[in-house]
């Protein structure tokens, strides 16, 4: 799952999968490992979530994703992070250029 999210980021393609009950299209902008957790933080754009509005940045657990699927569909690269900066990560895998 991590080499195909690494695929996406380098490509700049949409990602489609399940998590927490709920159908998910998300950008994602980095990989990398969190508190020991392999994470990725996207821009959610499409699907359903629990947690408030869409689009939105999120970050997802990989071990509490099923049915990832890379989509034909790209995205134009970085956006501005609310904050202007990234989050905090133990280690990033790999980042959108």
Known sequence: MDQLLKTAIANK??????????????????????????QFLGYQVGGSSSSG??????????????NLSLLQQTFPGKRPFPSGKHSSWDQQLAIVA
């Not at 509005?53 to 099923?66: A, H, T």
């Open 13 to 38: 393609q949409l990602v489609e999968f399940s998590y927490s009950g709920h159908q998910r299209i998300a950008e994602p902008h980095v990989l990398g490992i969190n508190g020991g957790a392999l």
């Open 53 to 66: 509005g869409i689009p939105e940045w999120r970050r997802f657990d990989l071990n509490k994703m099923s």
